[in-house]
């Protein structure tokens, strides 16, 4: 069984920066894809960005192109959500998830979830 504990979360200024950290245990994610969700006060949770095993295919959600970056430790087993410029509009508890099988943006094909860190953009 996998366990994902995601760090980082905090309050920033609009345009500031953060970088999100999920580290794995009970298992070796290095197989696996990974990504990150968000899910906002009476919203659903949504994608973000993904990340194949090997680090070869990277996908992000529109809304945060250019401005965020997922990347891979797979010998330390975590992956971080570097966030740039950050905006009020993404503030959310953001996730962390794995799947062993072929890439999804959809949150329900994932197989492991963290609990969530927090983020809070100030305008």
């Known amino acids: 069984q996998v366990q994902l504990v995601e760090s980082g979360g905090g309050l920033v200024q609009s345009g500031g920066s953060l970088r999100l950290s999920c580290a794995a245990s009970g298992g070796t994610v290095s197989s696996y894809t990974m990504g990150w969700f968000r899910q906002a006060p009476g919203k659903e949770r949504e994608f973000v960005a993904l990340i194949t095993w090997s680090g070869g295919i990277a996908n992000y959600a529109d809304s945060v192109k250019g401005r965020f970056t997922i990347s891979r430790d797979n010998a330390k087993n975590t992956v971080y959500l570097q966030m740039n410029i950050l905006k009020p509009e993404d503030t959310a508890v953001y996730y962390c998830?794995?799947?062993?099988?072929?890439?999804?943006?959809?949150?329900?094909?994932?197989?492991?979830w963290g609990q969530g860190t927090q983020v809070t953009v100030s305008s």
């Open positions: 998830a794995a799947r062993a099988r072929r890439i999804t943006t959809k949150p329900y094909e994932y197989d492991y």
